[in-house]
C-alpha cells in the first residue's frame, strides 16, 4: 500500500471533520424535530436552544467522524480506549510528569 503523505491526511482530517460536524447538526435538528411530532408540536412553534445543540453536536461529532473517516475514507482510527489488546501492548506507557502525594 502506497504511503499517505501529511498533507494527504490534513486534507482528509479537515474535509471529513466538516462533514461530521454537518451529520451531528444534522442528527441534533432531527431529534428536536421527532420529539416534537411526538409531541404534537408544529417544528416551528419549538424553541431552538442553541447552546443544547452546541453541546449535543460536540458530543457526538467524534462517533461520527470515526465512521466517515472509516465509510468515506477508509481509514480505520483508533483512539488508545477504543484500540485492540495487542495494539495497546505495543505501546510505550505515557510518562507521567507530575506526581499526585
Not at 498533507?7 to 460536524?21: D, F, I, M, N, P
Not at 472509516?70 to 510528569?97: F, H, M, S, T, W
Amino acid at each position: 500500500m502506497k504511503n499517505k503523505s501529511l498533507k494527504w491526511w490534513e486534507t482528509v482530517h479537515a474535509e471529513a471533520s466538516e462533514l461530521a460536524r454537518w451529520i451531528a447538526l444534522y442528527e441534533a435538528v432531527n431529534t428536536i424535530a421527532d420529539k416534537a411530532e411526538e409531541k404534537n408540536i408544529p417544528f416551528d412553534k419549538v424553541e431552538l436552544k442553541p447552546i443544547a445543540i452546541h453541546k449535543y453536536m460536540d458530543a457526538t461529532e467524534n462517533n461520527i467522524l470515526k465512521k466517515v473517516l472509516r465509510q468515506i475514507y477508509k481509514v480505520d482510527v483508533c483512539y488508545n480506549g477504543d484500540a485492540p489488546k495487542e495494539y495497546l501492548e505495543i505501546l510505550p506507557e505515557p510518562k507521567n510528569e507530575y506526581s499526585v502525594y
